[in-house]
């Protein structure tokens, strides 16, 4: 096993929402080249306690990669150098003894910080809530193997289906943009069956929501593609843009009809 | 205390249908008058949440991340269970329930598992209908594969995010409620308190963990679906944030918690790494499927490269004890046996806690390509954490707590003992008995939030009259003031130690006394080490900040505090239950190494009764009745 | 309709078809340029032709080009505007990871380009001495070696080519992912047709600057 190393931490510290924010410098000593960033944090943590200061705020929970709690920008990118790796996966043999890492908050007008690294996310639970699910009520349902879905057709919707909502593909866009996020839902419903008779409509009012929150426009930089812990391609983007030009130009006025209930 | 467990009465099989139609309705009128609460969105919470608010229930539920789609179901890996039989190799509702009630070691209810494999085929039904990506094969239909304990294929799985996908189902329902108006989200909320007005459950207490507000929430039930207590352990492969604080205040309260010393210890971990580390992670069971479990035969070659140890001197102990199942022997016993081999001195790696997973028969007989195809996903995130590559090198692994069966007391409705108060998914109790089968978690959470609750809370409710309070109320009162009290003792204490020391003290106890093995020796010592880290807890302990505004440190504290008490209810089960079973293992009650059963005196389930802080608990017993499956030992050998 | 423009999505549509008006454009008005190399004969005939027997037809053109720079440029206009308000905050530090410098300048190049064809236009079309004294109208041939002449003009014109450049290998690119028409690729990121498309117009715009400078047009 390697020895222990020193990193320099110059980290975004911020009392609350609308407090003014400012970078404050740590130094993390003995880190083990074995433990995981967010592990070495605990430690620079556990000694700021015991010093009586405030400890740096950030979100986490799982530590295996897969609940979207954690993030941050290491060094100016989105869940720091390694590729497909979320922060709580990220582990300190990626630095060298003596670094200097640069921690920011995900930075976005409609990711607010709460305090330090730890922000407002959401938004993303509005996007979903505008359109991201298939209206089925509990109980209702054909039987499972009812309804064949291509393999191919399948495998592509769970490609979309495994975005994590962290947040990352916001953070590392240069327009601030959600496109990836919202098109990854909008491809994962729209490439199965069961997803089609909301699709379009789906896709304009995701679309509509995304807009409201206050996220950026897509100008396809690719950033966000690079930036996903789990890889999701821009081509969803792709999809959500044409679901949304067919679902206007097709969109047909609600009617209500009275009496019918 | 009176435990009934409302199990209806006739043929097993006839059980929840007779239970649906005696059951009684709520008017759909009157339904939207109706307020309840459910704590946590995880599987079971947030398909309960969103199916009760589906039925025209006013529902608020409650999550202290920042999002109901974080929920620690979402890392479940492996599958969902669910008796289908498309695969026609002989599988049905029966040999569900029987691998169930046997995989449990023979200490569940009968009737709930029954019922949990009727539903299993609803659940799979609807969440395809909820867009779940599910495997599928060539000609569109599910896919499925096969996993241990079960001689059949009845695992439906996604990738090897099942947990995942099946959590975004249950979480789109809910976010869909939440915009028409149905559920009222309250996401950063932690539940530090019940409340009861004469004995009834009638609301929660919460902390606004961003800005520190105490608030009570007043609703007509009270669901808890907050998960297990695995992370007692501290090193567990739960989330940072799995805590048992909402289901400890409500046994504070009046609820019984059932079983608390079943624990699931599951075998195929990374191991421990250095001091500092937070987390264990899991790597799927199916590795087991091509590795080889060994250890060396002498002690002296532990250090050796494991390439350099010969293949007469390498000790592949699974396949040496248990030569029909070898290394698919099931969690409990695998687990056991690696802490043998490492408690005798051959363990591998930092600090002796490891044994080797080799992959290098498989890939010189499959090919690397063919191992890549079943196995790339998991190799690579070994690799990400470890830095080794199990193509060239023996991966390490390391048992590690994962999953708790015991939890609150609940009848065959999913009540506790407290009217009113529904605990669902692994929160309670009910349905593993001593030892849970794979893929079988997701399907009880989903079966409790979907299919059972809905149903029951509402014959709850009609059966009920309410009457009608507000937070002003005196109970309500009391409990806002006893959590600010208590968050203000905890901010003021100014000792010297951070709440995470405390936790891997606590952890440490637990782990070697009340983890894999325990025995009356270890944990009568656990019983007396508790107390003195708990007093020092309360007179050591430092917090700093203030309770006004996002303090994780607070957050963890409070945690912490019911994990020092709930830890010694856990040791004092285990003490109390002379027998192995599942995953209890005493290691006094043992025929050469395999768990020995008493059925005679231990076929009940163990319901601990709150009686005050100053006062033992008191034990209460459910007695255990198999009419449908013949209680036997379970033999792998 | 006004939805569909109010929406992040649908400016980007506009966006992304006024410029395929505008790749169709630039791709025949180079080829019509190249015709210079063909002798002052053939491309003042050619000038005459748009300019006074197909009068109407160019008039068409010209007012389906203006519209499409105006709604070019003023979705690009707003849809920036909201970008830099979806980030009040910038980082301290952001390193680009994979996204091109071209895709990086399209704001400022497209500034650059605007400036460029107003001048273009002023120059060539409109007359304005103060650019070009000697323009003579009707004598399209010799109003270009005129200009071409002074090195200053063949540089910004080489300047104004580049930005073009790299506008359109975005640009080209990004349009079919905008309108949902591209296929999906195993390496989305990578772009082959739009970079043939850009060095071909570009290249060819440029000999014309280039073979006045080097004596070839005389």
Redesign the interface.
Known sequence: ?SGTMNIKLKV?RQ??PKAPGK?EEYTATEV?P???F??ML??VN?K???E????I?F???????????CGM?I???AHGP?KL?TTC?L?M?SFKDGDSI?L?PW????FPV??DL?V???P??RI???G??????????????A?????MD?????DA??C??CGACVA?C????VSLFTAAKIS??GL?P??QPERYRRALSM??Q??LE??????????C???CPKGI???F??????????G?ITEKPEKVTLGSG | MKLDSRIPSGPIAEKWDKHRFEMKLVNPANKRKYHVIVVGSGLAGASAAASMSELGYNVSCFAFQDSPRRAHSIAAQGGINGAKNYRNDGDSIQRLFYDTVKGGDFRAREANVYRLAQVSVDIIDQCVAQGVPFAREYGGLLANRSFGGAQVSRTFYARGQTGQQLLLGAYQALEKEIARGGVKMYNRHEMLELVTINGVARGIVTRDLITGKVEAHVADAVVLGTGGYGNVFYLSTNAQGCNATAIYRAYKKGAAFANPCYTQIHPTCIPVAGEHQSKLTLMSESLRNDGRVWVPKKREDVGRKPSEIPEEDRDYFLERKYPSYGNLAPRDISSRAAKEACDDGRGVGPGGRGVYLDFADSIKRLGAREIAERYGNLFEMYQRITDENPYEVPMRIYPASHYTMGGLWVDYNLMSTIPGLHVIGEANFSDHGANRLGASALMQGLADGYFVLPYTIGHYLASNQFEKVTTDHPEFRAAVEAVEQRTARLLGINGKRTADSFHRALGRIMWEQCGMARNETGLKQALREIPAVREEFWQNLTVPGTGDSLNQQLEKAGRVADFLEFGELMCLDALHREESCGGHFREEYQDAGEAKRNDDAFCYVAAWEYTGDTSAPVLNKEPLAFENVHLATRSYK | MLKFWDSSVGKKVVMGLTGLILVGFVIGHMAGNLQIFLGMERYNAYAKLLQEDLIEVTWAVRVVLFVSVVLHALSAWQLTRRSWAARPVEYDMREAQVSTYASRTMRWGGVFLFVFIVLHIGQFTLGWKWLLPEFARGAAYGNVVLAFERPLWVAFYLVAMFFLLLHLFHGTWAVLRTLGLARNAAEPLQRRVPLIIAIVVTVGFSLVPLGVALGIVR
């Open positions: 096993m975004w009392a609350g970078f083990s074995e433990s995981s967010l592990e605990d430690v556990e700021l306690v015991l009586g200061k405030d400890p705020a979100d986490h929970d799982c530590r295996e990669g897969i609940c979207g709690m920008m060094n100016g990118v390694s790796t996966q582990h043999r640069t920011e930075r976005a007008k409609a709460i305090r730890v407002d996310r959401s993303l639970d979903i809530q505008a991201g699910f298939i209206s089925v009520a509990t109980g209702s349902p054909q039987d499972a193997n309804l064949p879905i291509s393999k399948a495998d592509e919707a769970m289906a495994a994590i909502g590392a240069p327009n601030a943009s994962h419903l199965l069961q997803g679309v509509a995304m807009d206050g996220f950026g426009g897509c100008t396809l930089f690719g950033e593609m690079a930036a391609s821009i081509d983007i792709k999809r959500m843009n044409g679901d949304y030009i067919w206007a």
